[in-house]
């Protein structure tokens, strides 16, 4: 195996456990596995690599779901096994960290950009080059928002690799500097690989907690709340955006420079 799609071909599958052939055109992608498992339920389909790093699923209209894990290492490398199949969309169903106070919980984001602090992007591009999503693909999301009567904020997310920095005064004032409305793991990432490796992607992000104020920092309580009260709405707003895409048969295509 001396080339990039020979390698993810064969990695595809060892970390998923589910065949090249059997992923979707469209994808979703998140870090949680109740998500892999309310999709499931809901499209009678079977989840497959439940005992791999990554599991995943596939219903009969052709979109798939991948639980990648966490972290901008995890974003990266699913991105590049995704090389196999060379999905039409890829859509990011993460949460995130409110930095602003019109980003309350349980708010809907759709990142207009991402702030590459992440690090693991630097070895793709470099640092120069915007983490951006593709902006046709957030056109279909942001219509299922409103047909879903609700709302949701743009702004720059912050992606970092530190998981634990709420306790940092010094992080926290450089995050207010940067005029974030949100704070992850895993976003620009996903934009910078997907980027380069020509997949349109996009994110949409929800609000889990406010770490910019002490009592504010998620707890394993308050995300339970919050997955309970709101996740069920953010994956169906996933879904039906992704099925409105892949039955639109509109192409996004990528730029090169």
Known sequence: MDNKYDIAKDWLPRYTGMPVDDF???????????YVEQFADRFSSNIQGENRPMSSCTNDAGLSIINFGIGSPNAATIM?????????????????????????????????????GDGTSNDYFPPE??????????????????????????GVIYTTNRRVWEHDKTFLKKLKKTTAIGIDMEVATIFIVGHYNEIPRGALLLVSDVPVTPDGVKTEKSDKAVTSKWAKQHLDIGINAMTDLKNSRDKIKHFRY
């Not at 979707?24 to 109740?34: A, E, H, P, R, S």
């Not at 199949?85 to 602003?100: A, Y």
């Open 129 to 154: 080059v915007p983490a951006l999503p593709s902006f046709k693909l957030h056109k279909f999301v942001s219509d299922k928002i409103l047909d879903a009567k609700t709302d949701y904020r743009t």
């Open 24 to 34: 979707g055109d469209y994808i979703l992608l998140t870090n949680f596995q109740d």
């Open 80 to 116: 590049d096994l995704l090389v196999a199949r060379k999905p039409k969309g890829v859509l990011f169903l993460g949460k995130c960290g409110g930095l602003k106070e019109t980003s309350e919980i349980g708010n809907l984001i759709l990142p207009i950009a991402a702030i590459r």
